[in-house]
């Protein structure tokens, strides 16, 4: 059973930094397509970036500001937020890219406020 458990998240001044975890389980994420999905307050989820053996993509609003990575060995990816600015406050998961059948995960909440 493929699980997700996201965390990281918190309250950040706009300009600061955060690091996102997702730990993954029931699916070896090495031989996938995965990546960083948000829903910000009251509009649908959005891709935010994708992590592939062609490379890293992101969508056009982060890039520049966050990067993602993974470590194979735990099974688990990361999202480096830097240059945080209010518009990136949103709940933020992982998962397959594009999504498929697999559940989401409980998210983990960012909020970009001074």
């Known amino acids: 059973q493929v699980q997700f458990v996201e965390s990281g998240g918190g309250l950040a001044q706009p300009g600061g930094s955060l690091a996102l975890s997702c730990v993954a389980s029931g699916v070896n994420l090495s031989t996938y397509v995965v990546g960083w999905y948000r829903q910000a307050p009251g509009k649908e989820r959005e891709w935010v970036a994708t992590s592939s053996s062609d490379g890293r993509y992101y969508t056009e609003s982060v890039k520049g500001r966050f990067a993602i990575f993974r470590d194979n060995v735990k099974n688990t990816m990361y999202l480096q937020m830097n240059s945080l600015k209010p518009e990136d406050t949103a709940v933020y998961y992982c998962?397959?890219?594009?999504?498929?059948?697999?559940?989401w995960g409980q998210g983990t909440q960012v909020t970009v406020s001074s």
């Open positions: 998962n397959k890219v594009p999504h498929s059948t697999w559940p």
